[in-house]
T-cell receptor, first 114, second 116 residues
Framework: NAGVTQTPKFQVLKTGQSMTLQCAQD?????MYWYRQDPGMGLRLIYY???????DKGEVPNGYNVSRLNKREFSLRLESAAPSQTSVYFC?????????????FGPGTRLLVL | AQSVAQPEDQVNVAEGNPLTVKCTYSVSGNPYLFWYVQYPNRGLQFLLKYITGDNLVKGSYGFEAEFNKSQTSFHLKKPSALVSDSALYFCAVRDSIYSSASKIIFGSGTRLSIRP
């Protein structure tokens, strides 16, 4: 299993440009998440998806949209990038069965908005 | 709404000494608590979790965490620190372990630095 994969690993955008961060997991997990990590701010939840076809806002959803395309894939879109969106973005997936949880994180996407 | 706080931005410990990384939480129901570690230029790795049962939870790399309901704390501990333990540590809380619709909230992180 590849686990959680993210593309691209690194991206530079100009203010106003758009892009989509891709995330996929091959563990048949129901729940998937997008976080951003900023110095001194820790991890903040942007959006999450409890199952295929559902998405919910997290702590910092403004400026982002998500799509849960199928059970495997959960993409994060920046329609008009801003310098404040310069960050490292992590995708994660998890499964809860009989009170046992396993959570896995992708390697991260480093985004620089100029 | 649930929240988690890590009061220390940085913890410095000499190698071989015991270490503690603090975490306090706030949830409306039963807490489901986690610790993750992030090594430089790498993603997060799961360390340990508390769902129910014994208050002392043992995890990876010799770490353990003590759940204290009265103090609403879940401090991470290790009896003898290694230089290789130097990393960024995150505490996290989930509001329901029974529902895949619940979400995980992370603390701001504590940078652990172990000096030789």
């Amino acid at each position: 299993n590849a686990g959680v994969t993210q593309t691209p690993k690194f991206q530079v955008l100009k203010t106003g440009q758009s892009m989509t961060l891709q995330c996929a997991q091959d563990m048949n997990h129901n729940s998937m998440y997008w976080y951003r990590q900023d110095p001194g701010m820790g991890l903040r939840l942007i959006y999450y998806s409890a199952s295929e076809g559902t998405t919910d806002k997290g702590e910092v959803p403004n400026g982002y949209n998500v799509s849960r395309l199928n059970k495997r894939e959960f993409s994060l879109r920046l329609e008009s990038a801003a310098p404040s969106q310069t960050s490292v973005y992590f995708c994660a997936s998890s499964e809860i069965q009989e009170r046992r949880e396993t959570q896995y994180f992708g390697p991260g996407t480093r985004l620089l908005v100029l | 709404a649930q929240s988690v706080a890590q009061p220390e931005d940085q913890v410095n410990v000499a190698e071989g000494n015991p270490l503690t990384v603090k975490c306090t939480y706030s949830v409306s129901g039963n807490p489901y608590l986690f610790w993750y570690v992030q090594y430089p230029n790498r993603g997060l790795q799961f360390l340990l979790k508390y769902i129910t049962g014994d208050n002392l939870v043992k995890g990876s790399y010799g770490f353990e965490a003590e759940f204290n309901k009265s103090q609403t704390s879940f401090h991470l501990k290790k009896p003898s620190a290694l230089v290789s333990d130097s990393a960024l540590y995150f505490c996290a809380v989930r509001d329901s372990i029974y529902s895949s619709a619940s979400k995980i909230i992370f603390g701001s992180g504590t940078r652990l630095s172990i000096r030789p």
